[in-house]
Every structure is written in C-alpha cells, then in structure tokens.
C-alpha cells in the first residue's frame, strides 16, 4: 500500500507565497514522476507541474515563473513552491506519484488526498 500525504495549504493573501509537500510512503521500489495538479470549484481538475527522475520539469502556462517544483528523492518527498499568488490560484491541491510498488509490478498512478490553498485578501 502507497500513501501520498500533503501539507502546507492554507489562507494565503493575493502576492503571498506558500510551499505545499507531498510524501509518499509505503511499498515503493521507485517512483519515475511527481507532480501537482488542482481542482477549483466547478471546474475540472487541472496539471499544475510536474518533475520526472532526473530533474527535468513541466509547468501549466498559467503558472510558469511563479512556481517551482521541487523533490527530495531520498525521502520520496515532493515540493511546489507557490509565488505571487493570485485569486485564481484558490483550488485544492492534489500531488501524486507515477511509482512501481515493487521489481515485478507496473507502474501505478497513486494521489494524495488534497490541500485545499485559498487566496483572498
């Protein structure tokens, strides 16, 4: 079993900055991607950004320049950092891991609960 817990969500004003995480645990013999999506009220959840085994990482245009993601391979643990923040950046956040649970298994797609991050002055 895979479990990917988030933390770091919150009140936030437009401008300000938060850094979300993301740690999976569990059975896990190697993790290819990480990344973050988010779900605003009423509208379909969405690809925020993404970083694969080697570094390499995409972002949504709407937030490229002000975020950045981030991961800690030794502790299976993922990070967005969130900048100038506007108003329509308020959506819960969901991370997840594209991982194989073991040698002899297929990749697999797990998430996180969500965090919910709202901007408003």
């Known amino acids: 079993q895979v479990q990917l817990v988030e933390s770091g969500g919150g009140l936030v004003q437009p401008g300000g900055s938060l850094r979300l995480s993301c740690a999976a645990s569990?059975?896990?013999?190697?993790?290819?991607?990480m990344g973050w999506y988010r779900q605003a009220p009423g509208k379909q959840r969405e690809e925020v950004a993404t970083?694969?085994?080697?570094?390499?990482?995409n972002y949504a245009d709407s937030v490229k320049g002000r975020f950045t993601i981030s991961r800690d391979y030794a502790k299976n643990t993922v990070y967005l950092q969130m900048n100038s923040l506007k108003p329509e950046d308020t959506a819960v956040y969901y991370c997840?891991?594209?991982?194989?649970?073991?040698?002899?298994?297929?990749?697999?797609?797990?998430w996180g609960q969500g965090t919910q991050v709202t901007v408003s002055s």
């Open positions: 997840n891991a594209d991982l194989l649970p073991s040698y002899d298994t297929d990749f697999i797609r797990s």
């Open positions: 569990g059975s896990i013999f190697s993790i290819s991607a």
């Open positions: 970083i694969i085994s080697g570094g390499s990482t």
